[in-house]
Each structure stands twice: as C-alpha cells, then as structure tokens.
C-alpha cells in the first residue's frame, strides 16, 4: 500500500467484510458512528483487523478521537510510513 | 382541587427524592461497609438484595404518596432467572429503580461517572456493578458473569430515551450475548404521562399521577435470529436491530 487511495480501499475492503456496510455508503467523509452504525464494540473489532493491516499494535487510545472513514485512513496511512 | 393535588405531587416527589438520598446514604454509610466482613460472594449478594428491597420500598413509598402507579405484565417469567441478559428500554429515571425492585439479585452495567458520586458510590461498588468503561473490558467481565450465574441488567440505548422516540442501541449486549451464549429477555417498560426523563427536573411533574407499566417479554429465541450470519460480528449487529425494532413495534403498539 502506497498512497492513501490503496489505504481507502483496504479500509473499504474491511469495513465491507466485517461489518457488511454496502460499498456506496464508505465515503471519506461517511461518519463512523452516525451514518454506517457502527459503535465502541466494532472499534474494538475494527482495531484488531488493522493491527493485522498493518502489523503492529495500535493503541486504542489513538482510536479515542475517530469520528470518520477518513481519520482512520489517515490514521492507518500514518502508522505504515512510521513503519517503513 | 387539580390544583392542590399537583402541588401536593410536587411536594411529594421532593420527599421521595429526599428520601431515595437519605436512604442511600444510611446504606451506604451503616449497613453496607457491615456487609465488607462477608467474602466478597456473600457481600455482593446481600448488597444486591439490599438494594432489591430498598427499590422495593421506595416504590412503595412512591404509590402511597400518590405520585404514581404501577402496572406490570409477565412477571412470572423473571422467578428463578439465571446467566440471563435482561434488557430494556430507559423512558425515566426510575427504571432502574423498578427493574432492581423485581429481579432479586442482578449485576448492572452502570456509568463510569457514577462511582464518583456520593450518595452512590457506596451501592454500585459494594454491589459488584460493572463499570461502563473500555468495551474490551466490559465485554469480558459481563460474560464471566453471565457464566457465574448471574444476570446482568442492560439498557442498549446507553443513556435515557428520547421523550417521543428510542434512541439507536448500542451493541454491546449483543456481542455479549452472543459471546457467553446465554438468554436474553427484553423488558419493555412504559411511562405514561412522560416524565423525570433526561430533559425535564424532578419538580416538573406531570399533570396527573403517571403510571409504570412494565412489560416482561418472552426470551428470545438467539439461534434462530442469528442462524444466517456469517460471523460474530455480524450476528452482533443483526440481533442488535432485531432487538431494536421489537421495542419500536412496541412502543408504537402503545401509541
């Protein structure tokens, strides 16, 4: 994964096999919490999954402030050109 | 004559509220830092029943100075509950109050905040209630319990409902469910005319005596709900809405 386009479509790949939110409502804006109905129990799930993404761990902590589609691509995006 | 017997409802609320805050005071103060030379079993379940009569008492106390009644339906299910994850819907502040006053002993899952408060730590710590903090944590600790036995009071909606609608649930205590695979019973509980809920002060009570109606449902049958989900995850969500529009279908037969 190179550019944050490849990180949307991995997040988009997840979300749509995790938690079966159709494709066309993964927007980099759609709101985690409001408009794909997702709550605290699948941020732990979610966290699990990118850990593996990207293989390290992530602290929870870091997950805290995540409102929308777009902060955890950047989130991710971030942690893997730490890691390069 | 209306007139009279709102202010006499205003005056009687003051005294129940003031006497729910003595009561758990005295608790917590007197008798339950007694129940501390218990082992921590022993201690948890005489606190829970502690509790169980108090509610039961101040309900009570509620009927008798006129400030409202009580209707319930299937009560008969909840005798002899065992590891069940009973939910419900969160019209007023005293649900938790009437739920507690008719299931003997239960854990509940209770708002972080709440340890701090005075009149209440007391009770929610010497009674063992889990803490609404991390969802891993929460998770774990819920379905240990369920497999000790124990029933665990949840209200999906994490918070108070809205006055004229539910609030979206919240998954955890279907993930839960799920996880320790134990039985789960809805509650539907009604408050008619609305009031004491998240917007409104205790002294505005409502134009006439409000009635509790409590309605306990049958256990839901989990397998079949969740028989076509591919995962956890999935069956978590799909039970989640099936729980929600039951109490939606409820709520509107009501109506």
Redesign the interface.
């Known amino acids: 994964m190179k550019t944050r386009e490849d990180v949307f479509e991995k997040i988009k790949e997840t979300l749509i096999e995790?938690?079966?939110i159709p494709e066309e409502d993964i927007t980099l804006e759609a709101r985690l919490y409001q408009e794909l109905?997702l709550?605290?129990?699948?941020?732990?799930?979610m966290i699990v999954k990118l850990q593996e993404i990207v293989d390290r761990k992530i602290n929870?902590e870091e997950f805290k402030a995540i409102r929308t589609v777009e902060h955890i691509v950047a989130i991710t995006y971030k942690i893997l050109q730490e890691t390069k | 004559m209306n007139k009279i017997n709102h202010y006499w409802r205003v005056i009687a609320t003051g005294i129940a509220f003031s006497s729910f805050g003595l009561g758990a005071l005295v608790l917590s103060m007197l008798f339950f830092p007694c129940c501390y030379i218990l082992p921590q079993k022993k201690r948890i379940k005489m606190i829970q029943k502690s509790i169980h009569y108090a509610f039961k008492l101040f309900i009570f106390e509620m009927k008798i100075l006129g400030i409202m009644d009580v209707k319930y339906n299937g009560l008969e299910k909840l005798s002899g509950v065992k590891g069940c994850m009973i939910v419900s819907n969160h019209p007023t502040l005293l649900d938790i109050v009437l739920l507690l006053s008719v299931i003997e002993g239960t854990d509940c899952i209770v708002k972080d905040e709440l340890w701090q408060n005075p009149f209440l730590r007391g009770a929610v710590s010497g009674a063992g209630y889990i803490p609404n903090k991390s969802p891993e944590d929460l998770i774990h600790l819920c379905v240990d319990r369920l497999k000790e036995g124990h029933n665990i009071v949840v209200f999906p909606e994490g918070t108070r409902s809205l006055p004229d609608d539910l609030k979206p649930f919240k998954k955890g205590f279907s993930a839960i469910t799920l996880k320790s695979n134990c039985q789960l019973l809805p509650i539907f509980i009604k408050c008619e005319p609305s009031t004491l809920t998240k917007r409104e002060k205790w002294y505005n009570v409502p134009n006439k005596k409000f009635i509790l109606s409590m309605e306990v449902n049958e256990f839901l049958d989990v397998p079949k709900i969740t028989k076509d989900c591919k995962s956890e995850i999935i069956a978590s969500k799909v039970l989640k809405n099936y729980l929600f529009e039951c109490f939606k279908e409820k709520r509107a037969s009501y109506e």
Do not use: C, M, R, W
């Open positions: 995790l938690f079966e109905d709550d605290s129990i699948d941020a732990v799930d929870p």
